[in-house]
């Protein structure tokens, strides 16, 4: 279900920050569980905390705007959410008596949501990677080859990522007994609470390695240097993505993937609008006067367009079919010739006498010369 963290907090989206943290406090007080002891305000100031967790920061604020709630959901767990914030400070003036280190985010997480997360072992699927790679508009229009490298994380290849010296074994971690968590109780604003954590020497598997491994110091992991081939296919747009399966950083849960992004340089002749090519082409004054069929040196070779008698100059000429390939499908864009109508500086006396002679036959007298 998608929380709305304004109406949460009873405020507008153009609410400033002030507006936003004096809401909090208000809401805060009210619903905290050592003052309100109706059985809905700890779960109501779960959300309060939530909230004022991401519109109090500027950049999470932007991306719950951008994206909206279901949105920004997909990109933020609650653990991320209340990544590198401090409660502390606030529920100090608010009058609360905080007890140790309350700005670490997995203790605090740990806290509000009573240990949920405790005692079980993090998901080590490997992350994704993204990198951007620059191609010429030509490049765009037939495909190409781009030779990329890359720096990932990649399996040690002589623990085969255990993290084990090879001939020694496994043993369980003496912290947390093998249960792959710690326990403690302490002080929070919420209340003598006890907080399940993963342990931090084993990372929550329970166990550790009877001596770690010389070449990864133990992490079952290196990190590597790597050159590869990817194809760019024809008509790809700034912005599109191309998916490389398994060549993002290494985990015990799967590799993770490598996203490359496209960026098309710009071009000196070419403009792309969608999968539309604006281009610019020069023709003779008396082809513009008369109508003709001109060439020019299109996105893909050269074409043919056809000009209409009276052509003015900056009138433009479409040319179905002759733009960009539609990316992943068949077809392709227009293109628009926009036309330039070349007007000679420099007359022999011959061509002169002929413009006279046209002058003379139009019947409203304009004079191409003042």
Same mark, same amino acid.
């Given at each position: 279900?998608?929380? $709305?963290? *304004?109406?949460?907090?009873?405020?507008?989206?153009? !609410?400033? &920050? @002030?507006?936003?943290?004096?809401?909090?406090?208000?809401?805060?007080?009210?619903?905290?569980?050592?003052? +309100?002891?109706?059985?809905?305000?700890?779960?109501?100031? =779960?959300?309060? +905390?939530?909230? *004022?967790? %991401?519109?109090?920061?500027?950049? #999470?604020? #932007?991306?719950?705007?951008?994206?909206?709630? @279901?949105?920004?959901?997909?990109? *933020?767990?609650?653990?991320?959410?209340?990544?590198?914030?401090?409660?502390?400070?606030?529920?100090?003036?608010?009058?609360?008596? %905080?007890?140790?280190?309350?700005?670490?985010?997995? $203790?605090?997480?740990?806290?509000?949501?009573?240990?949920?997360?405790?005692?079980? &072992?993090?998901?080590?699927?490997?992350?994704?990677?993204?990198?951007? %790679?620059?191609?010429?508009?030509?490049?765009?229009?037939?495909?190409?080859?781009?030779?990329?490298?890359?720096?990932?994380?990649?399996?040690?290849?002589?623990?085969?990522?255990?993290?084990?010296?090879? /001939?020694? #074994?496994?043993?369980?971690?003496?912290?947390? !007994?093998?249960?792959?968590?710690?326990?403690?109780?302490?002080?929070?604003?919420? /209340?003598?609470?006890?907080?399940?954590?993963?342990?931090?020497?084993?990372?929550?598997? /329970?166990?550790?390695?009877? =001596?770690?491994?010389? =070449?990864? +110091?133990?992490?079952?992991?290196? +990190?590597?240097?790597?050159?590869?081939?990817?194809?760019?296919?024809? /008509?790809?747009?700034?912005?599109?993505?191309?998916?490389?399966?398994?060549?993002?950083?290494?985990?015990?849960?799967?590799?993770?993937?490598? *996203?490359?992004?496209?960026?098309?340089?710009?071009?000196?002749?070419?403009?792309?609008?969608?999968?539309?090519?604006?281009?610019?082409?020069?023709?003779?004054?008396?082809?513009?006067?008369?109508?003709? %069929?001109?060439?020019?040196?299109?996105?893909?070779g050269e074409v043919e367009f056809e000009v209409e008698p009276g052509t003015q100059d900056s009138e433009q000429v479409l040319v179905k079919g002759k733009g960009m390939p539609h990316f992943n499908k068949g077809g392709f864009g227009?293109?628009i010739i926009k036309i330039k109508v070349d007007i000679p500086k420099k007359l022999t006396s011959e061509q002169k006498e002929l413009i006279e002679k046209f002058k003379d036959l139009d019947s409203n007298k304009k004079s191409w010369? =003042?």
């Open positions: 279900m998608t929380k $709305d963290y *304004y109406s949460i907090l009873g405020v507008s989206k153009n !609410a400033s &920050q @002030e507006d936003i943290k004096s809401a909090y406090r208000q809401l805060a007080l009210k619903y905290h569980p050592d003052r +309100n002891k109706d059985p809905s305000a700890e779960e109501k100031f =779960k959300e309060i +905390n939530e909230a *004022y967790a %991401v519109l109090s920061n500027p950049e #999470k604020r #932007k991306q719950y705007d951008a994206y909206g709630p @279901e949105g920004f959901n997909r990109q *933020y767990n609650q653990e991320d959410i209340f990544r590198n914030f401090n409660f502390e400070d606030i529920f100090r003036d608010m009058g609360f008596n %905080v007890g140790g280190n309350f700005s670490e985010s997995d $203790d605090f997480f740990d806290t509000i949501f009573g240990g949920g997360r405790g005692g079980r &072992q993090r998901d080590d699927q490997g992350k994704d990677l993204l990198t951007k %790679v620059n191609i010429s508009m030509e490049e765009a229009v037939h495909g190409t080859s781009k030779r990329i490298k890359i720096t990932h994380i990649k399996e040690c290849d002589k623990c085969k990522g255990t993290g084990v010296e090879p /001939g020694y #074994k496994i043993k369980k971690c003496p912290t947390c !007994a093998g249960t792959g968590q710690v326990r403690n109780v302490r002080r929070t604003p919420f /209340g003598m609470m006890q907080t399940i954590s993963i342990c931090p020497t084993c990372g929550g598997t /329970g166990n550790i390695p009877e =001596k770690k491994c010389t =070449k990864c +110091n133990g992490t079952g992991r290196l +990190n590597a240097s790597e050159t590869i081939d990817v194809e760019v296919p024809r /008509g790809i747009a700034t912005g599109n993505r191309l998916r490389v399966s398994g060549m993002g950083d290494y985990g015990k849960d799967g590799q993770g993937d490598l *996203y490359i992004e496209i960026n098309i340089l710009p071009d000196k002749r070419f403009v792309r609008r969608g999968d539309d090519i604006y281009m610019e082409a020069h023709v003779p004054f008396y082809t513009a006067i008369t109508g003709g %069929v001109e060439k020019a040196k299109g996105i893909d227009d293109l010369f =003042k």
